[in-house]
């Protein structure tokens, strides 16, 4: 008798999860519950479309996909019908891997203005999440404004400033690429409310700020004084040395026509304009009478982190953080990924995870009969709840890809209508 896992959500660890639980061969049936039509969560709708190496991943998350004891539940979102408690009934174990998808919020004056955005409302935007197809940011400015020093506010920075040629191979979403090219910025701030040395920038990311078609990156004047001469001197670690290296003003011969200001120990206090934004106040942290100062601007997204959302049943800390120990919640239910660990690290840091839990499983799961896959689809049945199946989800793939052409990676469905109408059309 197979031992019957539930594993919510579909982004990497949950893939590393059901990865490492079928090393044991045969003896697991493993049902990924997710509650959007695709799969790959933040791979899809986070990795940036320009980072198609990154996507690379999911070719090995497909090969545990296609294992015969694995099976796809779409558009099933766990929270009323199924619940937490459901899946516990249904399943010998069940592990919670939902990631942290919400904004933290910035608690200043004037984010209902039209012009603010989170990061993950831009980037799910631009990557066709179905619940964003619609967000239409207004792009409208000649100058944005991205508050946070993560490899998040440089993902935001440069998809404004690619161009077409530097995002001729992504994925990003027709509409998206329309309004971005389509849009005025010349000019984007990131801005840090500490300083360089503080960012939190990896190499990769902050080389290729250096190395755009049309734009160039430069520091905010005065920004090296900031920092001891003897640590500039010094072995700094890699991505300090690119990010100190990057000059104050654009060469006098550059022919580039946008530009990312790294602007530093800046934190925002308020944003200003009628519904629409026009220019954001800040505090300089670093002067001793805290000067404030004003950028004009329309467009301000804030990448300072995520939030993760409430799943009924589940004891979460006030950052939305699932509280377990090492790993497991209670008897039979178990975390793991960002909702577990915070929203740290890059994809393959879930594989630690994903192997903590499914060493846990082995060692005290046994099989309780347990209806599994036949009790959900029976509790779904019930309910009426249409979902997308593995099958489905092939032929959905098949589908986006083949819209590519062989130019584009992939076309993307980007909504639960589209979808189902393709699937009713194909069966
Ligand atoms: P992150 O690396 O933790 O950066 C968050 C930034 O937000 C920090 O600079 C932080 O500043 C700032 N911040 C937080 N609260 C703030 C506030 N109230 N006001 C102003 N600034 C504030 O997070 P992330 O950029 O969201 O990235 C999440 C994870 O995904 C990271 O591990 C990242 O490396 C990874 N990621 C990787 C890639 C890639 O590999 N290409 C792409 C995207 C994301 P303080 O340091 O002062 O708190």
């Not at 990497?12 to 509650?35: H, M, N, R, V, W």
């Not at 404004?145 to 040629?165: E, M, P, Q, S």
């Not at 005065?222 to 001891?228: P, R, S």
């Not at 509790?379 to 098949?398: C, F, G, P």
Request: one cysteine or more; a positive charge.
């Amino acid at each position: 008798m197979k031992i019957k896992i539930a594993i919510i959500g579909s982004g990497p660890s949950a893939f590393y999860t059901a990865q490492y639980l079928l090393k044991e061969e045969g003896k697991y049936e493993i049902d990924i519950i997710e509650k959007l039509f695709s799969p790959f969560g933040l791979v899809r709708y986070g990795v940036s479309p320009d980072h198609q190496n990154t996507k690379n991943v999911i070719r090995v998350f497909n090969r545990t996909l296609n294992n015969e004891n694995v099976e796809f539940f779409g558009d099933v979102e766990v929270n009323n019908s199924p619940s937490i408690d459901d899946l516990v009934n249904l399943y010998d174990a069940t592990v919670v891997t939902t990631g942290m998808a919400i904004d933290r919020p910035i608690n200043i004056n004037g984010t209902d203005k039209i012009g603010f955005y989170g990061a993950t409302e831009f980037v799910n935007w631009y990557n066709g999440h179905p619940e964003y197809e619609n967000l239409n940011p207004d792009l409208n400015t000649d100058t944005a404004i991205i508050i946070g020093n993560g490899n998040v506010a440089i993902d935001c920075a440069r998809l404004l400033v690619r161009t077409k040629k530097e995002m001729e191979n992504s994925d990003i979403t027709q509409y998206a690429s329309k309004a971005l090219f389509n849009s005025p910025i010349k000019k984007v701030y990131i801005i840090g409310r500490r300083g360089p040395l503080d960012s939190k920038f990896t190499t990769v990311e902050i080389r290729e700020m250096g190395e755009l078609l049309d734009c160039d990156s430069i520091l905010s004047k005065g920004t090296l004084k900031t920092i001891d001469s003897n640590l500039l001197n010094e072995e700094l670690p890699k991505q300090y040395k690119i990010l100190t290296n990057f000059p104050e003003k654009k060469h006098k011969d550059s022919k580039k026509v946008k530009t990312v200001e790294f602007l530093f120990y800046s934190s925002p206090i308020e944003l200003l304009g009628d519904d629409k934004l026009k220019s954001v106040k800040f505090r300089n942290n670093l002067s001793e009478d805290n000067k404030i100062f004003t950028i004009k601007s329309g467009l301000i997204i804030t990448a300072i982190g995520y939030l993760g959302d409430k799943i009924k049943g589940i004891k979460t800390d006030k950052s939305g953080m699932i509280i377990h120990n090492n790993n497991k919640i209670k008897d039979r239910l178990f975390t793991a990924g960002w909702v577990a660990r915070g929203p740290s690290g890059v994809i393959g840091t879930n594989k630690h995870d994903g192997a903590n839990v499914a060493k846990q499983i082995f060692n005290s799961i046994k099989s309780k009969n347990s209806p599994g896959r036949v009790g959900l689809k029976n509790l779904l049945n019930n309910i009426n709840k249409r979902y997308i199946s593995k099958e489905d989800w092939m032929l959905i793939n098949e589908e986006e890809i083949n819209r590519g052409k062989g130019t584009l990676p992939r076309i993307k469905f980007t909504s639960h209508y589209e979808v189902y109408k393709f699937i009713d059309n194909h069966k």
